[in-house]
């Protein structure tokens, strides 16, 4: 069953279906994009060009758009009916100007669009958290491929990062800890130097489940690791850096 939900963000609403829902992990990696989790965030300038690999239903555009109004987003989505949410979500939301929804596979997208390569000044991908079996999974539903690898796996989308970013360009990713390694691997062979790890754990006193990982292609190496991001605090309230950066409290939410 769908509904449309107001997710605040200056009074923006999401059309959402009855499989998989966004969550903290994609407002989380929103905001790490935009600065506000303690790190560096896009490098900031009077034009910005990104794009988000595997949007689904468009909630990470959509709070992009908001919290970095000097972007300009294309959002590609490989699930036809979620790529079709996304783009009425653009139009509810009056931002057909500044984010472009694009139906295909990632793989696909970089053969169809040669001409975008080495065109992008950052790329933000929430891909599937968990690895590919040794044969393509039979449930096609629309939350087991938004957390399962089919078609492309997280090299793939690395690889399509490193091809689609400028040359200083900068990657964004939400992801999971036990991925480490496999991550930092893949961005080195594409080029793409991990910069900024910071990790986020339900509450204190708990291990960490989030992953966010920042990148620059063709950069030095040095790493840095930031402060752990608790989702509650102590008394398992919303902790004050997750009420910031959903901006609650704002008399427009």
Known sequence: MERIDSIGFGGMKLEQGDGFRFGVDAILLA?????????????????LNGIELGCGNGVISLVLSHKIPTSRITGVEVQAEEAQRAKSNVERNHLQDRIE???????????????????????????PYFKRGGAIPSDSSGKYIARHETSADLDGFLQVSAELLNRRGELFMVHR????????TSMRKHRIEPKELQLVAP?????????????????????QMLP??????????????????????????
């Open 101 to 127: 929804i694009v139906h295909s596979d990632i793989l696909d997208f970089i053969q169809d669009r040669e001409k975008e390569r080495d065109s992008y000044d950052f790329v933000v991908t929430n891909p």
């Open 31 to 47: 905001a790490f994009t935009a600065g506000e989790t303690g790190g560096k965030g896009v490098k900031q300038k009077s034009s």
């Open 177 to 184: 800890p036990d991925r480490l390694v496999d991550i930092c």
């Open 228 to 253: 752990t991001i608790y989702v509650r605090n102590e008394s398992k309230e919303y902790s004050e850096m997750i009420d910031r950066i959903y901006e609650r409290g704002d008399s427009d939410n």
């Open 203 to 223: 509450y204190p006193g708990k291990g960490a489940n989030i992953l966010l990982v920042h990148g620059i292609r063709n950069a030095g190496a040095e790493l």
